[in-house]
C-alpha cells in the first residue's frame, strides 16, 4: 500500500529560526516520485520540488533544502532563516503509477 | 496565460441544488483530476481522466460526474448538493502516467452549501 505520513501537524517558529518538515512514505514500487508542495493562505498549491527514487542527492534551493533517504524512507524539508511569508500549509506527496499520494499537510506559522 | 484554470471560483448554493465546475489546461498534459479539500486541508483524490478516457475513480458518491469532452478539458458536475460537499475542489493536470511529472494545480473553486 502507499501511503505518505506528515506527523507533524502544525508547526509555530519565530523568524529567522530553521525549521523541518517531516515526510515518510510508503511503498513496495522500485521507481517512484516524491514532491513537496506549499499552500499559503490565499490557497493555491505551488510545487516546490520532485525527485524521483534513483535519485538521493540532496537539493538546495535559496533558502529551501530537501533530504531524501531510502533507507529511512524519508524527504525531509528544511527552511533556513524563516520568513513570514514561510507561513503556510506544507504537503509531501508519493508518486507511483497513475496515482498521487498526499500526506496530510503540516501547517507552518513564522512568527515575526 | 493561466495554465490550469477553473471556474467558478467561488459557488454558493443550496442544499439540492445542481452545480458544474469546469476546469481547462493548456500545458498539453494527458491526465488531468479532481481533488477535494474539506476543511481539514486533506487532500483527496476524487477522479482521473487521460486521454478523455476514466482512469481513477475513487468511493465518490454518484452524485458526482465528472466528465472530459477532450483530454483539455475536466468538468464536474455534482447534483443534489448535500451540506457535506462544501469544500474547495482542485483541478489538476500532469504529463500522464509513467511520465511522473509533478501535478500542476488550478486555483481552486470553493463551493459552500447553505
Known amino acids: 500500500a502507499q501511503k505518505v505520513t506528515q506527523a507533524q501537524t502544525e508547526i509555530s517558529v519565530v523568524e529567522k529560526e530553521d525549521v523541518t518538515l517531516d515526510c515518510v512514505y510508503e511503498t513496495r514500487d522500485t521507481t517512484y516520485y516524491l514532491f513537496w508542495y506549499k499552500q499559503p493562505p490565499s490557497g493555491e498549491l505551488v510545487f516546490l520540488i520532485r525527485?524521483?527514487?534513483?535519485?538521493?542527492q540532496n537539493e538546495i534551493s535559496g533558502r529551501y533544502s530537501w533530504n531524501f533517504q531510502k533507507s529511512t524512507s524519508s524527504f525531509n524539508f528544511t527552511i533556513t532563516a524563516s520568513q513570514v511569508v514561510d507561513s503556510a500549509v506544507y504537503f509531501c506527496a508519493l508518486n507511483t503509477g497513475n496515482q498521487f499520494y498526499f500526506g496530510t499537510g503540516t501547517s507552518l506559522t513564522v512568527i515575526p | 496565460d493561466t495554465a490550469v484554470s477553473q471556474t467558478p471560483k467561488y459557488l454558493v448554493t443550496q442544499m439540492g441544488n445542481d452545480k458544474s465546475i469546469k476546469c481547462e489546461q493548456n500545458l498539453g498534459h494527458d491526465t488531468m483530476y479532481w481533488y477535494k479539500q474539506d476543511s481539514k486541508k486533506f487532500l483527496k483524490i476524487m477522479f482521473s481522466y487521460n486521454n478523455k478516457e476514466l482512469i481513477i475513480n475513487e468511493t465518490v458518491p454518484n452524485r458526482f460526474s465528472p466528465k472530459s469532452p477532450d483530454k483539455a478539458h475536466l468538468n464536474l458536475h455534482i447534483n443534489s448538493l448535500e451540506l457535506g460537499d462544501s469544500a474547495v475542489y482542485f483541478c489538476?493536470?500532469?504529463?500522464?502516467?509513467?511520465?511522473?511529472?509533478?501535478?500542476?494545480f488550478g486555483e481552486g473553486s470553493r463551493l459552500t452549501v447553505l
Open positions: 489538476a493536470s500532469s504529463q500522464g502516467p509513467g511520465q511522473r511529472g509533478e501535478l500542476f
Open positions: 525527485r524521483n527514487s534513483f535519485d538521493e
